[in-house]
């Protein structure tokens, strides 16, 4: 049972407002990551961190930040949603070249 | 770069038929392999893995075996039932911690 954790599961929210999405894991992992997928579709990697103040940007700009303060904690925060954001965002974290750990996802609307 | 490419979907099999989703890879060294699956509305869960050349993963009745020869690390069941309907992914591990994604393969079997 994989203890990585997203919330909220579900968010609608108005184009232009600020959004942070949560994502926590309990499992001691110093790789975290963030993943853009609309349903059943390719994984996009948006951003990754490999340890504490440690952050990257991925492959597909999101126009989001990350932060990684803490070990467990990997917030992704959109300064300004828009229409075209709305997507499934996954969160997941590992350790070393070991497999991947998901959180369940948050789908996000932006109207 | 490293990359993954696995078979196009939609899959779509009768009950009881025998699955082959095709993945091969281009990596240097030696990377580890996994298949993931992903249900509707969830984030993606690990099937199985391999770490090294010749390893055969294993799990819910499905298989893949890793074969540097032919870079490939092809899934396969017996006799897949309903519940087996979901989207697939093969990934690889590369020597930067990356994990790169195949664009994932949705199995659809009826009943």
């Known amino acids: 049972e994989a203890d990585i954790y997203q919330t909220p599961r579900y968010l609608v929210i108005g184009t232009g407002k600020k959004i942070t999405l949560e994502c926590s894991q309990t499992?001691?992992?110093?790789?975290m990551y963030w993943y853009q997928q609309d349903p059943g579709m390719e994984l996009h990697l948006i951003h990754y961190s490999y340890g504490v103040n440690s952050t990257e940007k991925g492959d597909l700009s999101s126009e989001s930040t990350v932060s990684r303060i803490r070990t467990e904690h990997f917030p992704l925060t959109l300064e300004s949603a828009r229409p075209s954001h709305t997507s499934q965002y996954l969160c997941a974290s590992r350790t070393g070249k070991t497999e991947a750990f998901f959180g369940q996802g948050t789908r996000l609307t932006v109207v | 770069g490293d990359s993954v490419t696995q078979m196009e979907g939609p899959v779509t099999l009768s009950e009881e038929a025998f699955l082959t989703i095709n993945c091969t890879y281009t990596a240097t060294g030696y990377p580890s392999l996994f298949w993931y699956v992903q249900y509707p509305g969830e984030g993606l869960q690990l099937l199985l893995k391999?770490?090294?050349a010749d390893d055969k993963g294993s799990n819910k009745g499905f298989e893949a075996t890793y074969r540097k020869e032919t870079t490939s690390f092809h899934l396969e069941k017996g006799s897949v039932q309903v519940s087996d309907s979901a989207v697939y992914f093969c990934?690889?591990?590369?020597?930067?911690?990356?994990?790169?994604w195949g664009a994932g393969t949705k199995l659809i079997i009826k009943p």
């Open positions: 990934a690889l591990s590369d020597s930067n911690y990356q994990l790169i």
């Open positions: 499992m001691g992992h110093d790789k």
């Open positions: 391999a770490t090294k």
